[in-house]
């Protein structure tokens, strides 16, 4: 079955403990990206990746990195979390001339405290 | 401007009623325009989309009215269904210098049994 899986799904942590999300894809797409998802402010691109090794900035990149190793896997990285990161984070997948096509992960619910 | 204006933010309509979403972009360098949809606890997906070259476009119930001039589109859900309620995304593509999927804030709809 073709799809992105993320990992954690729910997450409860402190301020300052880094943590990483896990996504991962089996549909062999060049382009990942990674989202938030906040009331009222729709979703917004923190980071993407066009492929292996390439990776840039969306809208929202502060507090977050990113790396792209595998054309599978694009994992996210809170160094240092702070409270205002705390949100619903999707990451997706596309072939890289059909962005508009973009499958989405079940989502990551990030409390931080 | 790489923004994707969207109206309303919520949305209760009639079970069997035409529930119409609106949106509104800037930049004409954007290539496709899609609608996506997302139900409570799932990541949003992509219900249709539109290039600009077309007017409209309709997969069963749901329509895309597309106007180039106004630099306008709008997603209609004929004979809407309880089923039908969800948030809906409209978004805006781009491909060539700075490859993203740029998202509405969403519109939440309610159909009425």
């Known amino acids: 079955e073709a799809q992105v899986t993320q990992n954690p799904r729910y997450l409860i942590t402190v301020t300052g403990k880094k943590l990483t999300v896990t996504c991962s894809q089996n549909?062999?797409?060049?382009?990942m990206s990674w989202y938030r998802q906040d009331p009222g402010l729709g979703l917004r691109q923190i980071y993407y990746?066009?492929?292996?090794?390439?990776?840039d900035k969306g809208d929202v990149p502060e507090g977050y990195k990113v790396s792209r190793k595998e054309k599978r896997n694009f994992p996210l990285i809170l160094e240092s979390p702070s409270p205002n990161q705390t949100s619903l984070y999707f990451c997706?997948?596309?072939?890289?001339?059909?962005?508009?096509?973009?499958?989405f992960g079940p989502g990551t619910r990030l409390t931080v405290t | 401007q790489q923004q994707v204006k969207q109206s309303p933010q919520s949305l209760i309509v009639q079970k069997g009623g035409i529930s119409i979403i609106n949106c509104a972009y800037e930049?004409?360098?954007?290539?496709?325009f899609p609608w996506y949809q997302q139900f409570p606890g799932k990541g949003p997906a992509l219900l249709i989309a539109?290039?600009?070259?077309?007017s409209e476009k309709k997969e069963g119930r749901f329509t895309i009215s597309f106007n180039k001039s106004a630099k306008q589109f709008s997603l209609h859900i004929m004979d809407s269904q309880p089923g039908d309620s969800a948030t809906y995304f409209c978004?805006?593509?781009?491909?060539?210098?700075?490859?993203?999927?740029?998202f509405g804030k969403g519109t939440k709809l309610t159909v009425n049994p």
């Open positions: 978004a805006a593509s781009m491909y060539g210098g700075s490859e993203k999927l740029v």
């Open positions: 930049n004409t360098a954007f290539d496709y």
């Open positions: 539109i290039r600009p070259d077309v």
């Open positions: 990746s066009m492929n292996v090794e390439v990776t």
């Open positions: 549909m062999n797409h060049e382009y």
């Open positions: 997706a997948s596309s072939l890289v001339g059909q962005l508009y096509e973009q499958y």
